[in-house]
């Protein structure tokens, strides 16, 4: 068994990948639906609106399942950290209600499906804590539970956690849930398919021409003629709504241990910021196995990210003792000015495409809450949770100060521009490190493989213009403004940006 921090990232659920593959669009087509994104907003969409009759195409810019859903933690539950007492003091306490009743209504339909379909996907009852291990925090768990009581949310306030934390005081959410998602959405797809559902992988969607039969557009030039679309693309692939400047992306990390001590079950997740953890059981070719996460930052901010691995592995040594480390990966999250997802009618004036995104830390759940709300909206049939997530909606509090601090964080980024402080020369790039690089003046991202040769690139990002940040943990360049992410050669992984970044040539003399 392995004993180290594996050298690259694999996230355990596509160890192997479930899915087949799917070719990439090669012609022109008309349908009633186009599903941009096949992760398990978009799967989950398609599959409920195939169920409806609808003709449906799911077009992905990669491969299905691997983007953030691949690299979850899987918990499926309306436990959000500390969020029912912000919800009250901003929402009032009928939509507070109201975003418990849609989380925990998303988690009776995944286990109702997983009943109805008979898939095999590791799904187990859980109960969810949120402990402190700092006195000061103890407070914030006090008004918490106190939010519970007025909303009518099952769970206590409590001194002692089943699993020795350290810690102060928790907070107990009973009967929540954790999964393997990628076997459950595999079954989704498969009867997608067999629903007449097509898959297009590797297929960019790079414009909308919006009317009342939008047309989607490839990074190709093909076209998809359909009545509505929905974008569920993580950051929205097509933005007329400023989503740009009202979400902003979280890094965290997870390793995948195998214990010396007994997990004794349950999902617990810290408020202690920054050194958030969070825990949950996996079983791994018949074994208990622990997933600890942790060490949230924003994207492109913070120290190597090889250090929140090694903070993360201390503190799992520290808690269970480790026999053997199986995986590592890292996710990256989207948040909104007020912590409630964007889901439903990108705006007013834009009736037939749809967007779902901005989950916080808690995409399971809120994946399922998109596909259940879109597919109503399609179907002109109310839904109770509209108004709630619609991403036209204005909360002055706390927008307003989040908007602030997060625009003035990109205002900065932008402005750092190419001016930065820190260069070091290519040559001086050892194998396997990535960092900022000057060529010819210009800042750009250098990274030396293992066999020694060099890959350049310009650290523009082709969103916006802000400037990436070197990702050790990953072998990736960060946006920090709004989370694009490139691979070593520029290559896009994951939007809004769509191009690559430039390449640049070096002279031999500069190797
Ligand atoms: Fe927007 Fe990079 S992701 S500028």
Known sequence: MN?????????????????????????????????????????????????????????????????????????????????????????????????????????????????????????????????????????????????????????????????????????????QARFHPLRYLQKLLDEFVSLGGKVFENTTVVDIEEGHHPTVITRENLKITCQDVVLCTHFPCYDKGAFFARLHADRSYVLAIKPEKVYPGGMYLSIDSPATRSLRE??????????????????????????????????????????????????????????????????????NIYIATGFRKWGMSHSTISALLITDLIMERPNPYEKLYTPSRFQADPSLRNAVVQNLDVAGTLLAGKVGLTFKEPKDLAKDEGAVVMVDGQRCGGYRDSDGDLHIVDSTCTHMGCEVEWNHGDRTWDCPCHGSRFSTDGEVIEGPAERPLGKVALEVEQR
Not at 316 to 332: E, N, P, V
Request: proline share 4%; net charge negative.
């Open 3 to 175: 004993s180290q921090i594996p050298i690259y990232p694999e996230p355990y659920w596509r160890d192997p990948n479930p899915f087949p593959e799917f070719p990439n669009l090669k012609e022109d087509l008309k349908t009633d639906v186009v599903v941009v994104g096949a992760g398990i907003a978009g799967i989950t969409t398609a599959y409920l609106l195939a169920k409806e009759g609808k003709n449906i195409i799911l077009v992905d810019a990669g491969r299905v399942g691997n983007g953030t859903t691949g690299h979850t933690t899987a918990k499926i539950t309306a436990q959000h950290d500390v969020i029912y007492d912000e919800l009250i003091q901003h929402f009032g306490t009928a939509e507070a209600e109201s975003y418990y009743l849609a989380n925990m209504s998303a988690k009776k339909f995944i286990e109702n499906t997983i009943h109805q379909l008979a898939i095999d996907c590791d799904f187990k009852q859980e109960d969810a804590y949120l402990y402190t291990i700092d006195d000061a925090n103890k407070a914030k768990l006090e008004t918490e539970a106190k939010a519970y009581q007025t909303l009518g949310i099952k769970g206590s306030y409590m001194d002692k956690l089943p699993l020795e934390l350290g810690e102060k005081a928790g907070l107990v959410m009973p009967s």
């Open 282 to 351: 996996v079983t791994i070719n018949g074994e208990q196995h622990v997933l600890v996460g942790g060490q949230s930052h924003k994207t492109g901010k913070g120290v190597c990210t090889m250090q929140h691995y090694e903070v993360l592995e201390q503190f799992a040594r520290d808690t269970f003792g480790i026999k053997a480390y199986l995986y590592r990966w890292s996710a990256q999250d989207l948040i909104t000015l007020d912590k409630v997802p964007y889901i439903g009618r990108m705006t007013e004036k834009h009736r």
